[in-house]
């Protein structure tokens, strides 16, 4: 009995016993189990951990070489930078040069202009002045007012006549009585008494004409010296037609007016005459005020072209304030085969009547 009721009891010890181990192997496979998936887990973030590290080394890498490459880029632009901005200096200082010389043009241009018009201004009211003088009026005031000047004009040339008929008189007795005896005046020069003659002006009238219609019409204000330079209108020609022509060379006319002008008429004739007779003309000048001489050199210089070398004893124009040296003077300028051409001012009362001996002469006229 006890052998059989002991045996349900061993079974039940073994099925317990066999549980135990068995929950036991189950215990050991889930503990192994477990230990597996957390190596597994383990080896698998080590592996991202070493591509994380690849990839942040070549990120490394590109950066390193990103920075090299900005790096040489900041050296190239720092460089083009440091010359854009030596150019820009070079530009600026090259732009305060031009307008430091565009200003100065500009002052040499304004001071040029002033110039030009007061030349211009000048010029404008020289051109009105002979307009105005020229344009007849002088003439018709001489014409009305000339009454005692006329009366003088005339007995001028009647004294001047006489002498000269006299001085003919007086030189052929003496060539009748004494035909083999030297005179005690000196030899005349035949060539300049054939030019004194009026009728040797008759034959040189076109010659006379020509040049004083291209005095008008073709004025030369660059010629040579000698030769006239400004601006001749119709009253000047006029005035020295009338001189030579009517005059004869010798003898009286009436002012224009304006002593500038009377001054251009004188040129013309002096420059007409060293055309018909070359450097035998001798200028000599008569007024009695310093000042009127002072003016008669100018306005000579100024229309013929000639220096202050020009005017002295010895030279081509001589200025007196007395008539009795000027006679002297040209009787010896006669003496040494010269041709004197004298020129008495409009402001002498008085002429001396020896002045009217000599061949070639002019006297204006104050008729106001």
Not at 44 to 62: A, H, Y
Not at 135 to 152: C, R, W
Not at 331 to 355: G, M
């Amino acid at each position: 009995m006890n052998s059989n009721s002991s045996q349900p009891f061993d079974k039940l010890n073994s099925i317990s016993n066999n549980s135990f181990l068995q929950n036991e192997e189950l215990e050991s496979y889930d503990s192994s189990s477990y230990i597996f998936e957390e190596k597994k887990t383990h080896g698998g973030s080590n592996v991202e951990l070493s591509k994380n590290i690849f990839n942040l080394e070549k990120q490394i890498e590109n950066l390193v070489e990103q920075v090299k490459i900005l790096r040489d880029e900041k050296h190239l632009i720092t460089t083009k930078n440091n010359s854009i901005i030596a150019n820009q200096l070079a530009e600026e200082t090259l732009e305060k040069i031009v307008q430091e010389g565009l200003i100065e043009l500009k002052k040499q241009k304004q001071t040029l202009t002033t110039s030009i018009e007061k030349l211009e201004h000048r010029r404008n009211k020289i051109h009105e002045e002979m307009s105005t003088n020229f344009a007849g009026v002088s003439e018709d005031l001489a014409i009305k007012v000339q009454g005692f000047k006329k009366y003088l004009v005339g007995s001028l040339q009647d004294l001047a006549e006489t002498a000269e008929q006299l001085d003919l008189s007086i030189s052929t007795k003496e060539n009748s009585k004494k035909i083999s005896k030297n005179t005690e005046r000196p030899p005349q020069n035949d060539s300049l008494e054939i030019y004194f003659a009026t009728k040797e002006f008759r034959k040189q009238h076109l010659q006379i004409e020509k040049a004083i219609k291209n005095y008008q019409k073709e004025p030369n204000y660059y010629g040579a010296p000698w030769h006239l330079r400004r601006t001749f209108k119709t009253i000047h020609a006029e005035k020295v037609k009338e001189w030579f022509f009517l005059r004869s060379g010798k003898g009286a006319v009436n002012s224009t007016g304006n002593r500038l002008h009377d001054m251009l008429v004188a040129s013309a004739i002096i420059s007409i005459l060293g055309e018909l007779y070359g450097n035998n003309n001798r200028i000599l000048i008569l007024a009695s005020a310093p000042e009127r001489l002072g003016g008669w050199r100018r306005g000579l210089q100024d229309c013929l072209g000639i220096s202050r070398g020009d005017f002295g004893p010895d030279k081509g124009i001589t200025l007196f304030e007395s008539s009795e040296i000027l006679v002297q003077r040209a009787k010896r300028l006669i003496d040494n085969k010269f041709l004197p051409f004298i020129i008495i001012d409009e402001a002498e009362e008085q002429v001396s009547p020896f002045l009217l001996q000599f061949p070639l002469y002019i006297a204006f006229l104050n008729c106001s």
